[in-house]
């Protein structure tokens, strides 16, 4: 098994975070009442610490840590004719970060290897097959990602020397990008997006774990901010139909939390939950009106527990991924939701695949 230290949360975000959080683009959940494990498939490469997205009929998984260093891997997933291709990021990084709006997405940042970080941004176009390139505004690890709409903002993050609060916005539509600042600086942050919001929660600010909330309307190009219920760092989140839930990760006094918060764009309100067991370096993803939780490790011991909730009856049940690990990704699109990849005493390249139905 991977060694598993006990840090402060401070230090600790500063040294091993990991990717956070990934997206759902559908506008409204989809009547499903059933969501179930239906098997596992294979990546091309075994590898932990990778970025996953998901837009139009594609769910895709790219870069990471593998047996034999810092991949460029890419594999994608076509939801539609369930097959599997492969591709090349410009540039191999781990700990980059993956979001997708429209027919778009991106793979941005990360670390190259040593002690260089990575600016870069590969733009995959899945109605088109094609890649291109773009720069963030500046180079940087432990930040985070999300897009709905027409828009992917990526925001936060650590440079090696400071906190970042810069923003980087992406419009799929126009190709164009701007940049915008979070109300506070921090890394190991987690995002996700629903409906016009797309809201950036919690992390790392220089010593002191957040609870700060910024919260960005992609219809009036405005931010405001609110407050989680307790600060933490390394959570993960998922957003679908009217809710974006963050859940887990370790809180100022390095205890790990099963916390979920749960805010709601319809009313701007805000509610709470718990996971079925406290625990960081799980993933998270959502389609249709699921948002599910899985693996990742309470410091003992890697876990296989899937916690699901159902956004349209507020309910959650559970369900368990085929192989314990932590380290995973996660996106779904459709009735699609697939947990890959990850590390539970060696590097993993198995992918749990979760259907929903009527």
């Known amino acids: 098994m991977k060694p598993i230290l006990l840090f402060s949360a401070v230090l600790f975000c500063m040294t091993a975070c990991k990717k956070s959080g990934t997206d759902n683009n559908t506008p409204a959940p989809a009547p499903y009442t059933k969501i179930e494990y239906t098997g596992a498939t294979f990546f091309s490469e075994a590898r932990y610490l990778l970025a996953a997205a998901a837009a139009g009929n594609k769910i895709v998984f790219a870069g990471g840590n593998g047996p034999v260093g810092i991949s460029k891997v890419v594999d994608i997933y076509d939801v539609s004719t369930n097959t599997w291709t492969t591709a090349q990021l410009s540039e191999a990084r781990t700990g980059l970060e993956g979001a997708g709006a429209g027919n778009k997405i991106i793979f941005a ?43 992917i903002a990526i925001g936060g993050g650590y440079n090696d020397v400071v906190n970042l609060k810069t923003v980087d916005i992406y419009d799929v539509s126009t190709n164009t990008w701007t940049t915008a ?13 629903a409906g016009n919001k797309i809201v950036f929660a919690g992390g790392v600010n220089v010593t002191t774990v957040s609870k700060f909330v910024d919260i960005y ?25 009217n809710k974006i839930v963050f859940a887990g990760g370790i809180t100022a006094a390095a205890v790990l939390s099963k916390t979920v918060d749960i805010y709601d764009i319809s009313t701007n309100t805000w ?5 079925s067991e406290a625990r960081r370096y799980l993933s998270a993803a959502a389609a249709g009106n699921k948002i599910v939780f899985a693996g990742g490790n309470n410091d ?18 559970t369900a368990q991924l085929s192989e314990a690990r932590s380290d995973l990704s996660a996106a779904g699109v459709g009735n699609k939701i697939l947990f890959a990849g990850g590390y539970n005493a060696g590097f993993s390249k198995t992918v749990d695949v979760f259907t929903l139905s009527k």
């Open 217 to 241: 309307d992609i219809s009036t190009n405005a931010w405001t901010t609110a407050q989680l219920s307790e600060a933490r760092s390394l959570l993960k989140s998922a957003g679908a139909g």
């Open 109 to 151: 940042g990360g670390k190259k290897g040593g002690a260089s970080l990575s600016k870069t941004v590969d733009i995959y176009d899945g109605s088109a097959n094609a890649w291109t390139t773009a720069q963030l505004s500046e180079e940087k690890r432990f930040f985070a990602a999300a897009g709905t709409g027409n828009k």
């Open 300 to 317: 003992i011991t890697v876990s296989k527990t899937v916690d699901i909730y159902d956004v349209s009856t507020n309910t959650w049940t």
């Open 271 to 275: 509610t709470t939950a718990q996971l």
């Open 181 to 193: 600042q979070l109300g506070e600086a921090r890394n190991c942050l987690s995002a996700a997006a």
